[in-house]
Antibody, heavy 123, light 106 residues
Framework: QLQLQESGPGLVKPSQTLSLSCTVS??????????WGWIRQPPGKGLEWIGT???????SYNPSLKSRATMSVDTSKNQLSLTLSSLTASDTAVYYC???????????????WGQGNLVTVSS | SYELTQPPSVSVSPGQTAIVTCSGD??????VSWYQQKPGQSPVLVIY???MRPSGIPERFSGSNSGNTATLTISGTQAMDEADYYC?????????FGGGTRLTVL
């Protein structure tokens, strides 16, 4: 069974860069049978897609993040990672990593989610 | 940019049918997924590809999608179904979530 666990700081200063990791268990990322995504949720608000790493290794990002986000995969650690630069208070949110079965963008879905990592951007 | 519109709230009595809608331009031409999120928990996929249920999701959850509206239907709603529900679809180069609907089981 696929399980995901996010890890990273709980507090980051404005203008700094956020780095989050997501440890995947239950499947080897190198098997390329899953799509992986990062989604965030500001306190009391809805879900916002950050980006997806497809089973093929290609990526897509939410244009609204204006190239501040970068996702990558470390197959040696079976981890996903997300960096988000130039942070402001509006980036305060619970950050989730999630996985879904191999599929094209139009069929993208996330069957498994991590428990989330609350990140507060404040000085 | 593409938008998915959901009613902020829906109320239903236990045992009755709850209907949550999600509207978007030509949404019927896209695949829609639905997620359930209870307070303090991560989202759970309850419907994908418009009307498919993942393993472990009760049969009372069903979905449809046509025209500009996708619908999540919960038949025989139970107290445990009280949660926020989000629709999701893909448009051009962006995955979009609806704003969410809080389902209250009165």
């Amino acid at each position: 069974q696929l399980q995901l666990q996010e890890s990273g700081p709980g507090l980051v200063k404005p203008s700094q860069t956020l780095s989050l990791s997501c440890t995947v268990s239950g499947v080897s990322i190198s098997r390329s049978i899953y799509n992986w995504g990062w989604i965030r949720q500001p306190p009391g608000k809805g879900l916002e897609w950050i980006g997806t790493i497809y089973y093929s290794g290609s990526t897509s990002y939410n244009p609204s993040l204006k190239s501040r986000a970068t996702m990558s995969v470390d197959t040696s650690k079976n981890q996903l990672s997300l960096t988000l630069s130039s942070l402001t208070a509006s980036d305060t949110a619970v950050y989730y990593c999630a996985g879904g079965p191999k599929a094209g963008a139009a069929l993208l879905r996330f069957d498994s989610w991590g428990q989330g990592n609350l990140v507060t951007v404040s000085s | 940019s593409y938008e998915l519109t959901q009613p902020p709230s829906v109320s239903v009595s236990p045992g009755q049918t709850a209907i949550v809608t999600c509207s978007g331009d030509k949404l019927g031409n896209k695949y829609v997924s639905w997620y359930q999120q209870k307070p303090g928990q991560s989202p759970v996929l309850v419907i994908y590809q418009d009307n498919m249920r993942p393993s472990g999701i009760p049969e009372r959850f069903s979905g449809s999608n046509s025209g500009n509206t996708a619908t999540l239907t919960i038949s025989g709603t139970q107290a445990m179904d009280e949660a926020d529900y989000y629709c999701q679809a893909w448009d051009t180069s962006t995955l979009v979530f609806g704003g969410g609907t809080r389902l209250t089981v009165l």
